[in-house]
């Protein structure tokens, strides 16, 4: 921002596994700061930062809200990310454009799938955390078992206050720096009864900074203590260097230990020149070059989230690494080579939009209407410009089939839904070819059906979602050779006449259909050859089983018959359709399933029922191994079988469950199945003639 050095820059994000308080914290923080005049909360839909209107309904956060303030001198960014695993991705790509987290932990159940999952992508990233624990005000609170919980999955977290009771005896929290007490009257001398309790963690503390550093630990050796001074800069090293996790506590709906969190962000996250250079490329000559958090450097910054507004239209939100931004310049798209005019510069609060003159390095503003950019671009100048890596961008795991509940809005159904997929890149659009159905696709079915209200508000169509139907294929199962294609036709006049023999068999999955010309002699014209391959292909998009494409087929063409006034490119074509259709009925026609890569992360108390569940659904496991508190099982299942399973996973583990499936390949289905799926569609096909 102008007028405020980069060294007094923090962006954050708040972390967690869902309900565990993240927005609430938020809500704090805005509020210990001044940012916000009352405390938002989200029961009541007050929140600022769960401001959508199906975030209201819900009182849960389904997309990253963002938050510029200011607090202790200071210009910070708060990013709330989601933390349902339908809308976790959304979080996981903000987290890519950003120096800290806090990683909201619940007091009372500790890391659960959601935490380690955020924790897992913030180490990824590079993003250095802080955690705190909270709800120490709530039934069976417990703040040990929560930072066990995090040491098992191997952080090194280590607490830097203390919670001064627990439940509703929870009054505050002691700072182990300075060993002073805040609580709802200010700040005090400790309780007696916490003295052993406070020296014994705040030893734990120095410890662990010393053995972060090689020369603290000699000094620490020879002394047996570190100065406060030491142990302050210590702390604040290792924590950028991510080799501690510093561990807060409190309650945030009684916004006790929010100002020691406040101060926490504020003292012990990274500023923008405190994190590692990225690499980027220049554009003019393709070298790689350092990108620093300087004010005075070629403009270096990247779209990370994109928002559909009612009245400003759509805003880009961008984190700038380098250079100096302002209002009415133009731009250079790096990642699609378009250049682009700036508008106003907007610091974003929420659902409020505030103009500023300027934005430099660690910033995060957004600006309206940009006529090609999208989430994940790279932006700079014009001349002399640097292109940032690519955001990754998770892919959607469950896809629903849809069309417009009235005819006429189909048009408009596909340019909103396109514009929503602008806004959420981890949405996708696309038509089956194989099944005709148009599908989208998202990270869950919550995601989905809330992408589906959201069109409907917004845009004021609504459509039918519907399970996708299973792309089926179908192939054979044997060789067989010298099999007729036959056209012959004479009414009078010019006729039609063409025959072709005809060899096929099976080829290994995925290979799709191989024709090979093999006709010696001229027994069919080199010119009508590619014409019997047309019909062939033709053929082959509807088999004889269920009308499924035909796949994995080499078909060899190996002899024929042509009149020299009669034969032409259609009758051939035809031929090469009879030839391969009566083929394929007598090579074993059979039919095929795509089979999906599935990894699936639990608790470890619900591996058995996962494990059974899996085995119920025909699928194969591959693999189980412990990741932290989590057990990560991976398997093969039938897509046919997985269509509804984000349900059924929430259902059976109580929403701690997250998979991620992707398409492993095709195999051939159970012979009970087959005929159930065959009669299914040959039933559909007769209701539709």
Excluded: W
């Amino acid at each position: 921002m102008k007028d405020v050095d980069v060294r007094h820059t923090r962006n954050f994000a708040l972390i967690g596994h869902a309900h565990d308080g993240k927005t609430s914290v938020g809500e704090a923080l805005l509020h210990e700061a001044g940012a916000t005049p009352s405390l938002g909360r989200v029961d009541d839909g007050s929140s600022v930062l769960d401001f959508q209107p199906e975030e209201k309904e819900r009182h849960s956060s389904l997309q990253s809200a963002v938050f510029g303030y200011d607090a202790r001198g200071h210009h910070l960014t708060l990013v709330d990310t989601p933390g349902d695993p339908n809308f976790a991705a959304d979080g996981e790509i903000a987290l890519a454009a950003l120096d800290g987290a806090v990683l909201v932990v619940s007091a009372v159940d500790g890391a659960k799938v959601g935490t380690e999952r955020m924790a897992r992508t913030a180490e990824a990233r590079g993003v250095r955390m802080l955690a705190f624990v909270n709800g120490m005000d709530r039934e069976r609170a417990d703040f040990e078992a929560a930072v066990e919980s995090l040491r098992k999955l191997e952080m090194n977290a280590v607490p830097i206050a203390l919670p001064i009771g627990a439940e509703s005896g929870f009054r505050g929290v002691v700072e182990l720096l300075s060993g002073r007490a805040r609580t709802a009257a200010g700040e005090e001398d400790p309780p007696a009864e916490l003295a052993d309790a406070v020296e014994a963690a705040r030893s734990t503390l120095v410890e662990a900074v010393a053995e972060s550093d090689d020369e603290l630990l000699e000094k620490y050796l020879e002394a047996g203590e570190l100065s406060a001074e030491e142990l302050r800069a210590g702390l604040v090293a290792a924590t950028h260097a991510g080799r501690l996790v510093p561990v807060l506590c409190g309650a945030a709906t009684a916004e006790l230990g929010i100002d020691l969190l406040q101060d926490a962000i504020v003292q012990l996250l990274p500023s923008p020149v405190d994190c590692p250079p990225l690499v980027g490329t220049r554009l003019d000559d393709g070298a790689e070059v350092e990108v620093t958090a300087d004010p005075e450097g070629p403009l270096a910054a990247v779209v990370f989230k994109t928002v559909i507004d009612r009245y400003a239209g759509t805003l880009s939100i961008f984190r700038i690494y380098s250079g100096t931004v302002r209002p009415d310049t133009t731009i250079q798209n790096a990642t699609r080579g378009s250049r682009e005019r700036l508008g106003k510069l907007l610091l974003m609060r929420g659902a409020e939009h505030v103009d500023v003159p300027e934005a430099g390095p660690g910033d995060i503003v957004a600006v309206a209407k940009l006529k090609d950019v999208h989430t994940g671009d790279a932006l700079t100048r014009e001349k002399g410009g640097i292109k940032l890596p690519p955001l990754p961008i998770p892919q959607g795991v469950i896809s629903y089939a849809f069309e417009a509940r009235s005819k006429g809005d189909e048009d408009k159904v596909f340019s909103s839904l396109a514009r929503l997929v602008e806004e959420d890149p981890t949405l996708q659009l696309a038509r089956d070819e194989s099944t005709g159905e148009f599908l989208l696709t998202g990270m869950g079915e919550l995601h989905v059906r809330s992408t589906v209200q959201k069109l409907k508000r917004l845009f004021g169509v609504d459509v039918e979602l519907k399970t996708p139907k299973v792309p089926y294929r179908e192939t054979i199962t044997r060789r067989v050779e010298h099999v007729e294609g036959k056209l012959k036709k004479q009414t009078g006049g010019k006729g039609m006449f063409g025959v072709c023999y005809l060899t096929v068999e099976p080829l290994e999955r995925g290979r799709g259909i191989e024709f090979l010309d093999e006709i010696v002699g001229g027994a069919i014209p080199r010119g009508l050859i590619p014409a019997v391959e047309k019909g062939i292909l033709e053929a082959a998009e509807k088999g004889p089983l269920a009308g499924f494409p035909v796949v994995d087929v080499r078909v060899r063409c190996v002899d024929g018959k042509h009149h020299s006034v009669d034969s032409n490119e259609m009758a051939f074509k035809l031929a090469g359709s009879f030839g391969f259709k009566a083929a394929v009925e007598k090579a074993g026609p059979t039919l095929l399933e795509p089979v999906m890569n599935v990894e699936i992360q639990v608790p470890t108390e619900y591996v058995g029922d996962i494990m059974g569940d899996v085995s119920s659904r025909r699928g194969r496991v591959q693999s189980s191994e412990a990741k932290g508190s989590s057990q990560v099982i991976k398997a093969q299942i039938p897509m046919a079988e997985m269509l509804e399973y984000a349900s059924a996973l929430t259902s059976m583990t109580g929403g701690k469950g997250a998979f991620q499936m992707s398409f492993s390949h095709y195999e051939e289905v159970p012979a009970q199945i087959r005929e159930r799926v065959i009669a299914e569609a040959r039933a559909r096909e007769a209701a539709e003639a």
